[in-house]
Structure formats: C-alpha cells, structure tokens
C-alpha cells in the first residue's frame, strides 16, 4: 500500500541554524500539508500546498517557514533560522483530490526536530 | 473558529472490553468531516474512522464505530473487543476545509 514517507526521522540543530524537512508525498495525491506536534500538546496545521503554490497557511507559519516542491515527488519544509520552540514533531500528509472538504489526509511518520 | 474538544485526557480498559472515547466541536459549517486518528508510541498518525456530517448512518470499520449526534455536536469513538495493540493517543478531528483541526487527544491504555 502506497506510503507517506519523510526524511529525517530525527534531526538535531542549533538555534539560527536552517533546517529542511523532507517527504515524499502518494504518487498520485495533488494536495499536500505540513502539521506541527509539540511534545504533549495537539498537532497543529501550518500550510497547504496544491499545484506549486501554498493554498491556505496557519499564523504559525511565518516568514521563517517555507515549503517547495523542487521536483515531481519530494515536498520540503524549510525552517530558516531556528529557535528553541521550533522542537516538535513534523508530519507531512497528502490527500488525492483538488480540494475536496474533508478528503482524507494520510500522514507520513514525522521528522522529530530538536533545537538546542 | 473551529474548535475540538477532548474531555478525556486518559482512559482505561480492561482486554477484550468496550471503551468510548468522547469528542465534542463547534461549527456553524454544515459540509463537514469527522476523523478518528490514533497515535500510536511511535508517534505516526494512523486514520481509524472517517464521518461525512450529511450521512445520518454511523461509520464503522470492523471493531471501531461512532456515534455520530450532529445537534449535539457530539463524535464518540468505541472501541470493542479492546486488543493490547489499541493502546495508544487518540485525536478526533473536524475538516470543513482542506485543514485537520484536531483536540487535544485521549491517551488509552489497555490493561492485560
């Protein structure tokens, strides 16, 4: 069965230092997320993506956040300078069709993120 | 500003027995989806159920169904025949866009 995937599964940085996340969104899926978890509290949406522009971004995603899809299958998140509270956990999902309310979203494993 | 609720941080439940988790939204939407994540330790999010809010009929998936009261607002989870494989968090959440609100989740534990 086809799989969200992400990559890394843990990644450790230094505050001001940049990060990017990575997933590789189902084959054939148009809409693509990035929802934040930090430890011990809900999961959080950040930002919708569809046909290489954002779609829908939470007030948590500022300036230091950006997301890009550099080729036909990897979906990035980018954190440009980190801070402390950035330490969470990253999940990227991806649903198949343009827009639909409430398509189901199938989520990748997450990208744990430490900051120090 | 939609919004999920979770009363119940933490259940418990003997093997084998029935548990319901409770979850609880504000909308003034009427297109709306209802979903059931679990968590499990290793933290993926894992689809259990999915409600369309126009469909009277309940979702069921083999040992998970809900019960759905959309006056009430109202999106229960149960669990039957609990497996010590269940244990794990719980979100409900609501989509009446393109993103997942979710509550705050219910951490289940299932006693051998």
């Known amino acids: 069965e086809p799989e969200v995937t992400q990559t890394p599964s843990h990644q450790v940085t230094q505050m001001g230092q940049e990060v990017i996340l990575r997933c590789v969104p189902i084959s054939n899926h148009l809409y693509f997320y990035w929802y934040r978890q930090i430890l011990g509290q809900k999961v959080e949406f950040l930002v919708s993506?569809?046909?290489?522009?954002?779609?829908?971004k939470s007030e948590i995603f500022d300036d230091q956040f950006s997301v890009e899809r550099p080729d036909g299958s990897n979906f990035t998140l980018k954190i440009r300078s980190t801070k402390l509270e950035d330490s969470a956990m990253y999940f990227c999902a991806s649903s198949p069709l343009i827009g639909q309310v409430g398509e189901t979203q199938y989520f990748g494993p997450g990208t744990r993120l430490l900051v120090l | 500003a939609q919004t999920v609720t979770q009363s119940q941080p933490e259940m418990s439940v003997q093997e084998a027995e029935t548990v319901t988790l409770s979850c609880t939204y504000d909308?003034?939407?009427?297109?709306?989806?209802l979903f059931w994540y679990k968590q499990p330790p290793s933290r993926q999010m894992i689809l259990v159920i999915r409600q369309e809010a126009y469909k009277q009929q309940n979702a069921t998936e083999n040992r998970f169904s809900v019960n759905f009261q959309k006056a009430a607002k109202s999106f229960s989870l149960k669990i039957s025949d609990s497996q010590l494989g269940d244990a794990a968090m719980y979100f409900c959440?609501?989509?009446?866009?393109?993103?997942?609100?979710f509550g705050t989740g219910t951490r289940l534990t299932i006693i051998p």
């Open positions: 993506f569809y046909n290489n522009e954002i779609s829908e």
């Open positions: 959440a609501w989509a009446g866009n393109e993103k997942l609100t």
């Open positions: 909308t003034s939407e009427s297109d709306y989806y």
